[in-house]
């Protein structure tokens, strides 16, 4: 069996052999020095963190490291850690990895995803383990379309209680991620006679397509700083991200909230509130969700993909009474998590570990947070930080003079892979150079190395 | 070590599996033929004369011939000995009709579920930690749209092994469940212009109800003792179940398969093979896949729903080439299963547990429908059983006067659940009153109890 393991955004193949960790530790090493995707100069973590994040003892990564030590693959400098070797440049740079994505950089930070080596691996094969142990064989059957009742009785109560969302077990419905999500919203729109849906100005460009896709004309309302301008709105329907304007960072207003609200109750229109990232907050208490301010109005939609991982596909909606019924008949057409994962997750909730993870995290993001604005303000002072209040990614705006695709240019060829605001813009609103910086994404030993070359590329 | 054979010329290599001197010869045979080694028309040596040629049992080829006649590969002209049938130059099942709640009766002999309490938890769990356990963080990031790599090449080597499927990797795509699967084929089609399809005119009411909601006209196909009338058929694609017709039971015939080959090649159409209990075969070898004659006309889907349980939502698609594009495409605006539940599954295929599972299960089943017909045939002699070779469900033939309904309502009064065949119905055909039995669903336990109930009705 093939084992895949990452080192600064390196994926390293092993195959083990038998149980000889330290042996395929060395082997993958050496390969990638060897074809060049450990590049000379790359510092490698310490061992006691990357044994951490491998799983593996510190003395095996310790002693991984001797060997190629000895065989003049890498370099140990006293006091400095450990490092790929000056060598001939034999090596090249083969792109025959078996990467599965374009994360080809050493260093990612573009926004989206978490960090992955923090999935609570153990806490969820505990809670599965529990779930699958206590499942009555009928549980095991053809599912709810709506989604297991644990699961949603689980989410009811952890929604009002740390979102604030105004929720009954009746109401939830579980998805596999926020895509289906948002097309099985669209479609229940479109049963109740909706067939145009308003976008904010920037986000992803592949919620728009999924809108289309699904047969609804789609416009674009602008975004200001207090969020998205609710006083251009008009349609059947308008999807936002209250908590935190992805990639724009503002918080919708007060006074917009209730606007929004006026204008949904006013017109029989539909708000779709995208809670991608409200559990992180740092300076305050989270802001609740919208939708309490008007149930029947509001879908409020929820993920596990930054909390947890994207690659569980766990979302959950919280319908309208007048969209229930269409949208479990578009869930019937296409189909949910498995009941295994949906009994884990409930087991993970009811047991305390999800809300104990979270507050984890919540203090390792807002420390990475406050490395990046104390050094970005220290290093690269002429580039403003905003949308700094929650959430995983920050905006960078850039110095007068830089370009967005130089900027994204120059780190790539420091091996950071970068995105640039434009890349999420859906609307004719024009925003001045910015970078949208995910510090969610590297895994812990890889974020210093990864903020440093950022602030090296912005201080030019 | 290699063997050669040699017919009419042709020179058959095979590496005999152990001791499967059968199953070697049929696939190389089969190999032979698909890679036109063995040309339309050539006669095959007399079993006898081949027996004696390569020092194994008549019988043994007489068996190998007749799997493949079965199969469409070859065909037996009555006194004048086997040929290479005639065709072109050349992959499920699955009933999804979410009845999870009603399942309410103590005993249940309806149809479209297994045995839920033989799902293999504890190969499950030890699967999923080491899955889990070996995955690398980035495998928990955003999915692939076709599944986890892993997966597929397990999902493509069993799927040749076992289900006689043309496949690689790259042609697989993992969904959640059929339902899921075919609303992406659905789509698929549209995208290349095929807007109406053929369901057979008894099957899941369900499946038209998704083709219909996906944008297709439907029609039907009439279903008699050789499978699909495959020359009334018309229009852009077919929805068959060739392994097991769902529910009359017949298998498909080897000229309707040539047939509907032949059809869908003349027409440029497509045929949705829909496998899903295709693995449970008691009375001779597998039928192999249809999808084998015809890789880029026919859509090959297979199910874990029959073989471990629905609650997984695991299925999987074989994609001709021509449709890969645009179901992939489709795939994107849903979600599929999550990464943990995909390596799971191809940790469970690659250690051989799954494969296990299935024969311990081809025991049980088989001898749960040897008790069924040993029993009515016993007690309620009036009943004729068929549709008894494969897969979970046998059909029941009412006795002369006896009503579906009655006998249904009779049922419930002795809290035993059954469907009657017209619950089925979804064309005009009109089949005489039966009843579709699931021998499948009851728990071992309650499986006496729920036989005897059935005679005693049946008896009135």
């Given at each position: 069996v093939q084992k895949r393991w990452a080192i600064s955004g390196v994926d390293l193949h092993?195959?083990?052999?038998?149980?000889?960790?330290?042996?395929?530790l060395e082997a993958a090493l050496r390969d990638?020095?060897?074809?060049?995707?450990?590049?000379?100069?790359?510092?490698?973590?310490?061992?006691?963190?990357?044994?951490?994040?491998?799983?593996?003892?510190?003395?095996?990564?310790?002693?991984?490291?001797?060997?190629?030590?000895a065989e003049g693959w890498l370099e140990a400098r006293q006091g400095s850690g450990t490092w790929v070797a000056a060598r001939a440049p034999a090596a090249k740079r083969t792109d025959e990895n078996h990467k599965d994505q374009s994360r080809s950089a050493l260093y990612d930070l573009r926004p989206g995803s978490p960090d992955l080596t923090s999935f609570p691996r153990n806490d969820w094969?505990?809670?599965?383990?529990?779930?699958?142990?206590?499942?009555?064989?009928?549980?095991l059957g053809y599912p709810d379309p709506r989604g297991r009742l644990e699961l949603r009785r689980a989410l009811a109560d952890y929604l009002a209680r740390a979102r604030g969302v105004d929720v009954a077990p009746e109401r939830v419905l579980v998805c596999s991620g926020f895509a289906q999500g948002l097309a099985i919203v669209a479609a229940a729109l479109k049963t109740e006679g909706c067939d145009d849906v308003a976008v904010e100005a920037y986000g992803h460009t592949s919620h728009r397509t999924t809108l289309a896709a699904?047969?609804?004309?789609?416009?674009?309302?602008?975004?200001?700083?207090?969020?998205?301008?609710?006083?251009?709105?008009?349609?059947?329907?308008?999807l936002l991200t209250p908590a935190h304007q992805f990639p724009l960072g503002p918080t919708l207003g007060a006074r917009r909230r209730l606007q929004a609200v006026e204008w949904a109750r006013a017109n029989g229109a539909f708000i779709i509130e995208d809670d991608y990232d409200g559990e992180f907050r740092y300076d305050r208490q989270p802001i609740g969700a919208l939708q309490a301010l008007a149930p029947e109005q509001v879908v409020y939609a929820?993920?596990?993909?930054?909390?947890?991982?994207?690659?569980?596909?766990?979302?959950?909606?919280?319908?309208?009474?007048?969209?229930?019924?269409?949208?479990?008949?578009?869930?019937?057409?296409?189909?949910?998590?498995?009941?295994?994962?949906?009994?884990?997750?409930?087991?993970?909730?009811?047991?305390?570990?999800?809300?104990?993870?979270?507050?984890?995290?919540?203090?390792?993001?807002?420390?990475?947070?406050?490395?990046?604005?104390?050094?970005?303000?220290?290093?690269?002072?002429?580039?403003?930080?905003?949308?700094?209040?929650?959430?995983?990614?920050?905006?960078?705006?850039?110095?007068?003079?830089?370009?967005?695709?130089?900027?994204?240019?120059?780190?790539?060829?420091?091996?950071?892979?970068?995105?640039?605001?434009?890349?999420?813009?859906?609307?004719?609103?024009?925003?001045?150079?910015?970078?949208?910086v995910g510090y969610g994404t590297p895994p812990e030993h890889a974020y210093s190395s990864a903020i440093s070359r950022l602030c090296a590329v912005l201080a030019g």
């Open positions: 092993v195959v083990p052999r038998g149980s000889r960790r330290r042996a395929g990638a020095v060897r074809a060049g995707r450990l590049a000379t100069g790359v510092r490698l973590p310490p061992s006691r963190s990357l044994a951490a994040d491998l799983g593996v003892a510190r003395n095996t990564v310790a002693s991984a490291y001797a060997q190629l030590v094969l505990r809670a599965a383990q529990r779930a699958l142990r206590g499942a009555s064989p009928d549980s699904c047969g609804l004309a789609t416009s674009t309302v602008d975004v200001d700083e207090q969020g998205a301008r609710i006083d251009a709105l008009d349609g059947g329907a308008v929820g993920t596990a993909s930054k909390t947890l991982a994207p690659g569980l596909r766990l979302a959950w909606l919280v319908m309208p009474a007048s969209l229930l019924e269409p949208a479990i008949a578009a869930k019937r057409l296409t189909d949910g998590p498995s009941t295994v994962d949906q009994l884990t997750m409930a087991h993970l909730i009811v047991a305390g570990a999800y809300d104990r993870h979270i507050r984890r995290l919540r203090l390792v993001y807002r420390r990475r947070r406050d490395r990046l604005v104390t050094l970005l303000a220290r290093r690269a002072p002429a580039a403003r930080v905003g949308a700094e209040g929650a959430g995983l990614h920050v905006l960078v705006h850039l110095p007068d003079g830089a370009t967005e695709a130089a900027t994204v240019a120059e780190a790539k060829a420091r091996a950071l892979a970068l995105d640039g605001l434009a890349s999420y813009r859906v609307g004719a609103q024009c925003h001045p150079p910015a970078l949208v």
